[in-house]
T-cell receptor, first 112, second 115 residues
Framework: LAKTTQPISMDSYEGQEVNITCSHN???????ITWYQQFPSQGPRFIIQ???TKVTNEVASLFIPADRKSSTLSLPRVSLSDTAVYYC?????????????FGKGTKLSVIP | DVKVTQSSRYLVKRTGEKVFLECVQD?????MFWYRQDPGLGLRLIYF???????EKGDIPEGYSVSREKKERFSLILESASTNQTSMYLC??????????????FGPGTRLTVT
């Protein structure tokens, strides 16, 4: 399974764009990159997933360079409600296996 | 909306007791997962199941077993609870989608304390 490395914590002011970078040097050809968000006392929630280049949805954007050894989650104009832990995952797409490995995540604190 | 429910939000058990944690999903998902979450360690996969009566070990299966007799229900069993199994337990489900989608839906979690 590909291992991911991301910052332990980040601080940001309200209204700023936040970029959280994750490195995954051992990513395999068939692996997808997925990001989750978790609020205290809740289960994680899926944010976005991508394979290469750029993916955007109503919540975030995901930038993946050509070598796919890293990815960046971009949250536009964060608010206090974006304070949460963000997990970067690389999917193991082996036959019959849908196992995901969650790292320790990045704790984002949004400051008023 | 997909709904994943867990039998208890909080549970207190004694060392040596047999503990059952139940998880039910209502979206006919094939895959179901059990994780535990501990401060500083993130989420760690205990077991998962991709079909009824099928199970696969995750990263930390020791001390746990699972049961999946029906598609919507996935049970985690602690045969003899120990204090180091005090943790938050999270259940999740997903649909295979050809192996290219890793969107999992999580339940609210069960905070288990073993004394």
């Amino acid at each position: 399974l590909a291992k991911t490395t991301q910052p332990i914590s980040m601080d940001s002011y309200e209204g700023q764009e936040v970029n959280i970078t994750c490195s995954h040097n051992n990513i395999a050809t068939n692996d997808y990159i997925t990001w989750y968000q978790q609020f205290p006392s809740q289960g994680p929630r899926f944010i976005i997933q991508g394979y290469k280049t750029k993916v955007t949805n109503e919540v975030a954007s995901l930038f993946i360079p050509a070598d796919r050894k890293s990815s960046t989650l971009s949250l536009p104009r964060v608010s206090l409600s974006d304070t949460a832990v963000y997990y970067c995952l690389v999917g193991d797409s082996g036959a019959g296996s849908y196992q995901l490995t969650f790292g320790k995540g990045t704790k984002l604190s949004v400051i008023p | 909306d997909v709904k994943v429910t867990q039998s208890s939000r909080y549970l207190v058990k004694r060392t040596g007791e047999k503990v059952f944690l139940e998880c039910v999903q209502d979206m006919d998902h094939e895959n179901m997962f059990w994780y535990r979450q501990d401060p500083g360690l993130g989420l760690r996969l205990i077991y998962f199941s991709y079909d009824v009566k099928m199970k696969e070990k995750g990263d930390i299966p020791e001390g746990y077993s699972v049961s999946r007799e029906k598609k919507e229900r996935f049970s985690l069993i602690l045969e003899s609870a120990s204090t180091n199994q005090t943790s938050m337990y999270l259940c999740a489900s997903s649909t295979p989608s050809g192996g290219t989608s890793y969107e999992q839906y999580f339940g609210p979690g069960t905070r288990l304390t073993v004394t």
